[in-house]
């Protein structure tokens, strides 16, 4: 159960409008790596957790942290939108051609008349499917520590694409989180691992027994640039402990196998 | 440019039809986390790679092999759909309405005649969002190594569906490659470290002074379940070694802003 | 059964071409609350209605108009492609990054060649999912209101990005179908109403006694916006008849609940 | 800013497993007009409203609450997917055959580990193009009354689902509250008429001289259903008070035009 | 413009409800070769010719045909879901696990009480992306014969999927009408070709001599499938009159490039 | 099995950054008609064929061409992306709102970081319901030859936005494959009539006999267009030989059908 107050976290205050950074700033808010995904990818992972305790309460906290991140972008949104005509002035003609238009996401105004919405930079709307709750911590965190990264280097790039102090300090507030939040999930992760709940690989309870020893430890060269078999995961020990790295040129040990005929109901093209 | 041999890495050999376990294992062909995500992603990330040498020789290797790893799944989906008759014989009534009907994708008969196609055990159609090529080789290995995770994750749970032996010999052997895979990305982050190009917080180039000191390290306790604070990552030196974590809980320290009335022209709900 | 007469119900001219406009207005045409929505969503309710009559044959009258609204835009959007090269003339270097090239829509040239398309003003397709035929006309029919409300706002505010007489007279033309079409919606709801087909709550049948009255009535305050308890929502009467409005603080009253550990063959995190 | 507590607004217990209505459960979940969807579609309209009080508090209250009840749908799945085996007893051949394998959303298993995720009843991910926020209050207080409906009429039709005693009261709940949402939204809107903020037809700030008298208050019979033209929409007082709705045959009054020619560089087929 | 009538261009009974037969009847009413498509490529490419005459009359005439069969196949599913029951009888335990509901697509009752909607087999919605009206008469109408072949090769599946002889006719007359428009579509091309209008390679118009003539007419073998040089297109005269097919291995003839390093400011992995 | 190297078939070098161009260069890289469809249709086709020897040799063949035609456009984009700072210099305010940002597509830096992706030139991503393999060669032959249709006017158009000579170039190869490619599809069409594995109409295996006599070789007038009647596919010997074409208005030969009313627990609207 959710409360909500109206002060933010952190002061949000455009010092201008602009719809350029506007259409931008939709990438952070409802794109793939955005705060929209931040937030329903962590309370979904802490609702199915199985586990009750200390990584649950954690995801939780975090979620709704983030909750508050995806409506401080909105009011940052809303406010660059605000008093920047997108329509040409009654009185001008041919103003409805000026290069301002392309600068706009045109939804901005035809659909939403001056606020934002859960969609990307290009105007594509959030998808369930940027999220993932698997059940397993260990593969989720992971995924964790990438989206922060993800989303600090966005926020990163669009540094440059404003001169708003205002957009400037919300900015370097959420660099900040995601910096944190990089090392929360790091220092999770080797939690679980301390804890004894899982290990690499992921997930560590299939029995290894059932893999393949020939095909384990070996990377395999399937494009001719030689210099990938220089690198650490070719070479030296491999992280689990079972053995040394090494390569291998790609090679075929199975069978070109023919399909048998398809059922005659289905009309293909048989033999 | 690519080269194309029949013979596959490992042999795909269906001991019997199975259309019930070929409309799940759709979903490590054409899934989020499915084998034509992980192909797709190293090939894009290799490609864009604008760091040449062993980094970028090395994605394209295996996602060179992961294509492959494509043409092994959809071989054996369509073995699995071989001789299984999806129709009702034509000298029965009623049997359009048999169970085995709610087993099966439709669509694996009414519209590829008995084949595989690149979507998920749901039909739904596998996307280029799946993929992320950030241009930032620090966080792009950290959603492999999560890729490699999940992936894993669901061909052990798949291991678990199906009887058939050859189709679980197929499963152990993309387990393995999944282990080597994961053990693969998480070298390759350590060489990124060691080679001076990047750490965390990823990435490690936009200079920390940007960030606020007030926010960093502390993690906000948004949610009323007290364990949160308990773990590491509350706790002790944060990895960055910029200082000790802390724990606070969520407060405001922005203003509640309202927004400017909108150009009447947007007709909008004014003031 | 369809018949088709190529003279519009409304006359369709544009004096002059403006692709950027084109982009604009294909929001109304495939976008989600654009033509191709109220005439799909008006016509499968009606193909869908159990109940035969005025109701059923009204749905297929104007879902039928609507479709001629549907080509009404489309040639609008044609037009206003004319003549209005998209390309560098071959003579200029440089030209491909002269600003006309943002304002347009890039798809209405490389994929259609100067043609109108069922997706949005971001170029975004039109989809099944944005309509509705619930089976229930009450609830389906305040669907429709919303649709003309939508409708009208977006034709409103491209009525001031455009200066061509003669989209201004479409756009007039639709801002006033869109007027009756919202005056014809409230009426078939009174009109559901006084046949005693169905009421508020919808759906009226369900029987009230299964419903908790603690929860019935009662605004609940989630958020400290302390004027939410000032509105009609919160006080008098409520619209059932059955008692008056109040309002109180959200509490919980249910328990937290842990979850019970997980199949071990998901290889989830388990206690 | 949002804090979250671990207790329930209502409680939440599902007395034993039962994947098949987990996955009809998700309908109002992750569907179009589940909580994801009203949760959304509240808290931005909140988010963007520009006129500060009331209506704006009451959006960001309303919108807080259905948060908890994602919460609460989810908790449920959860527990009717606990100890519910999708998989064959590892003893047991042939078992994956089983009719059970039909019933159930095998993404649940697979891909979630026995968790809940925001798609709908066939897996289709939640989309932010679900919900609106338009900037027109009127407009958008219709769209969450057939919201409001839409949802309460599917959970009606979920309550003859199950036989889940603590389902069905986790489903009454959710029916009381969509009555009071209901009638919430319709008083919202009998206040913004008395407020003067908007009337029939939306927008009314748009002048009404714009419109075509000819094209105002007609029905237009464009099918041969003739019951049509005996509804309320087509005879008596038009509820905007500006005369008398009329019914006429669907005529065409526009031009049947033809397109200029293309520009040759588009290669398209021109006269 | 449109006008409706109430008849049906062939007539449609279902003689027994079959929600297992409704769920797959979808496919060809709302997947992406289903009637949905074929009306809406045919009505996008007539309204977007720019030749006036035969062609676009005949588009306009055929894509009206088509929305006369998206109503014979929704009217269908509709009698199909008829008295079908879809819950537990209210008085029988635990038959909300009967094998009966995996063999529905749960959206027929949850969202659409009974009736159908423009979503395909497996639930997916109809995309505007399915259409294409390119402006280049040739090029669509091969796209029109294969959506014939792929819509008449669907039905004569389903056909074999149900006993009921109202749904066997119906099919019936849906491949008459296949097999009719192919003809169609065919005679089109050969037509466009004697009117001078295109030509193989389309579009013609394009300069020939801008092409690299060292690599026309080479069947370019990348596969170790050794009997692809023996077809037809690696041997003889090639249809366009300019020399005869030869086949050859596939390669490189240009240079592996490295990229330059990317702006600092992306914060990408640069050298 | 695939093998890459790093070579390409044909060289790709840009002259200089153009990130106008490298947007619309995107549709043929990842739009319907892009460089990703066609090697993953062909792919598939050749995965699923079951029939064994020359065109399913064939289709692996070009399938894996293809997939280097994918890398090829992939590294031109990024070429145009190069050195093309699509942000403020950090020392000039005001330049985030520059002509230039209307240009651009924005994820091509704030998520790719100056990287090219699988979505097309309105940045909407590639999806696996772009291709088909349907099992039946005649029927995807023919989607075949229309997809190189559109491919090659898609970069025809596109020959004509850019000035840079290696571009120039690259468009002129891929133009002279497309131009092969469908030759190379009208020859397999022909090879596999001759062979006897299929005919018009497509699928040829389904009984004539059950096809009603009076819809086959009529061309049904659903328009007011007459020039639709004077085509050749109106007049004439049908192409099959089983008779000459005719013409008809259409007409309703079917009941129009009231339907049942629906299950009271579904809550429609009934009798
Ligand atoms: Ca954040
Ligand atoms: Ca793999
Ligand atoms: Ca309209
Ligand atoms: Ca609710
Ligand atoms: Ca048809
Ligand atoms: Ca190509």
Redesign the pocket.
Request: net charge negative.
């Given at each position: 159960m959710f409360t909500h107050q109206k002060a933010p976290q952190f002061d949000v205050k455009a010092h201008a409008p602009d719809p350029a950074f506007a259409r931008r700033f939709q990438e952070v808010l409802g794109g793939k790596w955005g705060?929209m995904t931040?937030a329903m990818q962590y309370l979904y992972q802490g609702w199915n957790a199985r586990l009750p305790g200390k990584y649950r309460d954690m995801l939780m906290a975090i979620g709704t942290?983030?909750l508050g991140?995806v409506e401080m972008i909105v009011t940052a949104i809303d406010q660059l939108l605000d008093k920047a005509p997108p329509m040409a002035p009654d009185d001008t003609t041919g103003s409805t051609q000026s290069s301002e238009f392309g600068l706009q996401n045109p939804q901005h105004t035809i659909v939403n008349g001056g606020g934002a919405y859960p969609h990307d930079s290009n105007g594509i709307p959030w998808s369930g499917a940027y999220i993932t709750a698997s059940g397993n911590l260990m593969a989720d965190f992971h995924l964790n520590v990438t989206a922060e990264m993800q989303?600090r280097l966005q926020v990163s790039r669009l540094f440059h694409m404003t001169d708003d102090p205002g957009m400037k300090d919300l900015i370097r507030f959420?660099i900040t989180?995601?910096h944190m939040?990089q090392m929360q999930w790091l220092s999770a992760i080797e939690e679980l691992k301390a804890d004894g709940l899982d290990n690499v690989p992921v997930p560590e309870a299939f029995p290894l027994e059932e893999e393949f020893g020939e095909f384990a430890r070996t990377f395999i060269q399937a494009s001719d640039g030689e210099a990938a078999t220089e690198g650490r995961w070719a070479n030296g020990p491999a992280p689990d402990g079972g053995g040394d790295f090494r390569s291998a040129l790609i090679q075929a040990t199975g069978e070109a196998r023919e399909l048998a005929p398809g059922d005659p109901r289905l009309y293909g093209t048989n033999p």
């Open positions: 705060e931040v942290e983030e991140h989303g959420l989180r995601d939040h």
